[in-house]
């Protein structure tokens, strides 16, 4: 039997695609309460669990609040709230104070629920992940600033200046110092994956200059890690051992 012109597979295949499937969701029973591990994943690479409670006539469905617990690991749990009732309403599900959840489920919807809430757990945690992350790279470049206007002063320091790449791209750095010698660029650096990884392009396309500028990252002492490799092969990488404002 074909389809489309393909012939399908032999049953070993069938069998081995069967069992992955299989295995990419699971669920386990304690308490009277179901709870499915689903494929999706977390920031923080745990996978999203949907807990199933049978009311009798219908079912209830939730995250139990893991979603809230994983931004709470963050330090983003009140980021992680505001968020969460806006992906709720728009969902159309319920949203208290930490879990998603859907009161009455029939069979027929259990499959579409359990997915949803998923998808939403998955999706304010994710969104507070970035939020938080975005928070501290402002706070970041602000102390950088901060301390670049004290030691070069404050006409050599443009805050959020313009620099164009060899690829002519415009981007837009924390500060560009000025000084009868080479500019410097720095660029404050977060622990967030988005900001390591623009921050080595962006590096890399000023470097091919023909007279490129001075490079140099700010990034932060934990939580970067290894990345700061990443950071530091197109540019002079710096550590801030101390997140908060100097003292004056």
Do not use: W
């Not at 179901?34 to 807990?51: H, K, Q």
């Not at 000023?206 to 700010?218: G, H, Q, R, Y």
């Not at 990034?219 to 990345?227: A, N, P, R, W």
């Amino acid at each position: 039997m074909t389809s489309l012109g393909f012939q399908l597979g032999s049953d070993d295949f069938s069998a081995t695609v069967e069992n992955a499937a299989r295995e990419l969701v699971s669920a386990e029973f304690h308490n009277g309460s179901a709870f499915i591990r689903t494929p999706i994943l977390y920031p923080s690479g745990s996978t999203v669990v949907v807990r199933v409670d049978d009311n009798g006539k219908s079912y209830f469905v939730s995250d139990f609040g893991m979603g809230y617990q994983e931004a709470d690991f963050m330090g983003a749990s009140l980021i992680y709230g505001r968020h969460a009732r806006t992906i709720a309403e728009m969902a159309g599900i319920r949203f208290d104070s930490e879990a998603f959840f859907v009161i009455e489920v029939s069979r027929e919807q259990l499959a579409g629920a359990i997915a949803t809430i998923a998808n939403c757990s998955q999706e304010a945690v994710a969104l507070a992940a970035y939020k938080l992350a975005d928070r501290r790279s402002a706070d970041l470049a602000e102390l950088l600033y901060d301390r670049l206007v004290r030691i070069f002063t404050p006409k050599n320091v443009l805050k959020n200046a313009p620099v164009f790449g060899a690829s002519q791209t415009e981007y837009n750095v924390t500060a560009l110092v000025t000084s009868d010698k080479k500019p410097a660029v720095f660029e404050a650096v977060s622990n967030h994956p988005s900001s390591i990884v623009f921050a080595n392009s962006k590096f890399h396309d000023l470097a091919l200059l023909e007279t490129p500028p001075v490079s140099i990252a700010m990034v932060q002492e934990k939580g970067i890690g290894h990345l700061s490799q990443l950071v530091g092969s197109g540019c002079s990488c710096c550590r801030n051992r101390r997140f908060g404002r100097p003292n004056p």
